[in-house]
């Protein structure tokens, strides 16, 4: 369902909404996925972590991220998720400066972060030396960790806590937001552009609900070329490839998000569809 924008340029109603922040403070987070293959479930995971944001001066953040829990997991996968919590250890402590519109200006400690990483790096040189794939794997995120700006920005999860509204920064309460970059889940590594657009409503109880969803945007054509390579001999049926997203914020009397619900849905056609859900709360405590 497209959500219609506000039509009132002003409403003192949201006059209220402001982009703030508690001092300190944990978010818990699970993410639930679901890839569906033909008729059938193909892979089914869902993590837990937590991130403790701290707010800093002249739109400064600093997350501080805990270690990834497992809730449910494919077994095959568990040496490359063992890989994976020694690589996310480099990003342990990220610290942002951001836009007006609480989107990623840039990563403020890229050094710090990029020298973790080859400390890491020496360590996972013994995986890289049982098998081929995981030196791949490796070196893959060597890329990655050499340009840590574009991997922050486009890492959903980054993303989604830091979505970009105009109101923040000035705009009416009508304005679309910007077009968004993010990394394809179907097609590793390709980047697909997306447009959304929100509305703002007053809660009775207090605190405000942005409401937000969109879409692709633009030619995906250039996936044709991957998809007859890589999946058209599997699934048969040709390309219809769609991407959508649908989230739900809530701030509460302070300004500050409370909590988000935010699904995200990538398809190739029927017989191959990714569901992801993630799920952010602000602990009580």
């Given at each position: 369902?497209?959500?219609?924008?506000?039509?009132?340029?002003k409403?003192d109603?949201?006059a209220?909404?402001?982009?703030?922040?508690?001092?300190?403070?944990?978010?818990?987070?699970?993410?639930?996925?679901?890839?569906?293959?033909?008729?059938?479930?193909?892979n089914?995971?869902?993590i837990?972590?937590?991130w403790?944001?701290?707010?800093?001066?002249?739109n400064?953040?600093?997350?501080?991220s805990?270690?990834?829990r497992y809730?449910?997991a494919?077994?095959?996968?568990?040496?490359?998720?063992?890989?994976?919590?020694?690589?996310n250890?480099?990003?342990?402590?990220?610290?942002?400066?951001?836009?007006?519109d609480k989107?990623?200006?840039?990563?403020?400690?890229?050094?710090?972060?990029?020298?973790?990483?080859?400390?890491?790096k020496?360590?996972?040189?013994?995986f890289?030396?049982?098998k081929?794939?995981?030196?791949?794997?490796?070196?893959?995120?060597?890329?990655?960790?050499?340009n840590?700006?574009r991997?922050?920005?486009?890492?959903?999860l980054?993303?989604?806590m830091?979505?970009?509204?105009?109101?923040?920064?000035?705009?009416s309460?009508?304005?679309e937001?910007?077009?968004?970059?993010a990394?394809?889940?179907?097609?590793?590594?390709?980047?697909?552009?997306?447009s959304?657009s929100?509305?703002?409503?007053?809660?009775k109880e207090?605190?405000?609900?942005?409401?937000?969803?969109?879409k692709?945007?633009?030619?995906?054509?250039r996936?044709?070329?991957?998809?007859?390579?890589?999946?058209?001999?599997?699934?048969g049926?040709?390309?219809e490839?769609?991407y959508?997203?649908e989230g739900?914020?809530l701030?509460?009397?302070?300004?500050v998000?409370s909590?988000?619900?935010?699904?995200?849905?990538?398809?190739l056609?029927e017989?191959?569809?990714?569901?992801?859900?993630?799920?952010?709360?602000?602990s009580e405590?």
């Amino acid at each position: 369902m497209t959500l219609e924008p506000n039509k009132v340029e002003k409403n003192d109603q949201l006059a209220g909404f402001k982009y703030a922040w508690y001092k300190k403070r944990e978010y818990n987070i699970n993410i639930k996925s679901y890839l569906t293959l033909g008729t059938g479930k193909a892979n089914q995971t869902e993590i837990e972590e937590d991130w403790v944001v701290i707010p800093g001066e002249y739109n400064h953040i600093t997350i501080q991220s805990s270690t990834q829990r497992y809730i449910q997991a494919d077994g095959q996968m568990q040496p490359f998720y063992e890989i994976l919590e020694k690589i996310n250890k480099a990003t342990e402590v990220v610290e942002l400066s951001l836009n007006t519109d609480k989107s990623i200006h840039e990563v403020t400690n890229k050094s710090e972060i990029v020298s973790r990483w080859e400390e890491i790096k020496k360590d996972l040189h013994f995986f890289e030396l049982v098998k081929e794939s995981y030196k791949v794997f490796i070196q893959i995120y060597d890329k990655e960790f050499n340009n840590i700006d574009r991997n922050i920005r486009q890492n959903f999860l980054y993303q989604i806590m830091f979505y970009p509204l105009p109101a923040f920064s000035g705009g009416s309460f009508t304005d679309e937001i910007p077009v968004r970059i993010a990394l394809s889940t179907l097609f590793p590594g390709e980047e697909l552009e997306y447009s959304s657009s929100y509305k703002i409503l007053k809660n009775k109880e207090g605190g405000f609900t942005v409401k937000l969803d969109g879409k692709s945007k633009g030619n995906q054509s250039r996936f044709e070329s991957i998809y007859k390579d890589k999946y058209q001999r599997t699934l048969g049926n040709a390309l219809e490839y769609k991407y959508a997203i649908e989230g739900e914020y809530l701030y509460n009397g302070d300004s500050v998000l409370s909590e988000v619900i935010f699904h995200v849905k990538e398809e190739l056609n029927e017989k191959m569809i990714y569901v992801c859900r993630y799920h952010i709360r602000l602990s009580e405590t």
